[in-house]
């Protein structure tokens, strides 16, 4: 049974760091894209960042770049979610997510993932 269990949320005043930590089971992790996801109430889920476990090239969106950093430990089968600089508006629930590589589509398209963890909420205080 494939399982993603996202960790690390929390709360934290804009500026401020945390990480997040997305642990995956059941499935081979070096054949995966694990992708970060987010949503933030009354908004739709949103790509924020994905890597994939083929070749380690990550991909971020232009709102995250410089500020979040995506890697994977691949002996814990961990993917983690560094954030950075956080703002007020980085508050959503925070989803991982798999999908078997290759991908044709969008890296940030929620319909191309295929199994998804529970969310992890951040909250970020002005």
């Known amino acids: 049974e494939v399982q993603l269990v996202e960790s690390g949320g929390g709360l934290v005043q804009a500026g401020g760091s945390l990480r997040l930590s997305c642990a995956a089971s059941?499935?081979?992790?070096?054949?995966?894209?694990i992708g970060w996801f987010r949503q933030a109430p009354g908004k739709e889920r949103e790509g924020v960042s994905s890597?994939?476990?083929?070749?380690?090239?990550?991909f971020y969106v232009d709102d995250v770049k410089g500020r979040f950093t995506i890697s994977s430990d691949n002996a814990k089968n961990t993917v983690y979610l560094e954030m950075n600089s956080l703002k007020p508006e980085d508050t959503a629930v925070y989803y991982c997510a798999a999908v078997q590589s290759p991908l044709i589509g969008s890296y940030f398209d929620a319909y191309e993932y295929d199994h998804w963890g529970q969310g992890t909420q951040v909250t970020v205080s002005s």
């Open positions: 059941g499935f081979t992790f070096d054949d995966y894209i």
């Open positions: 890597i994939s476990e083929i070749d380690s090239s990550t």
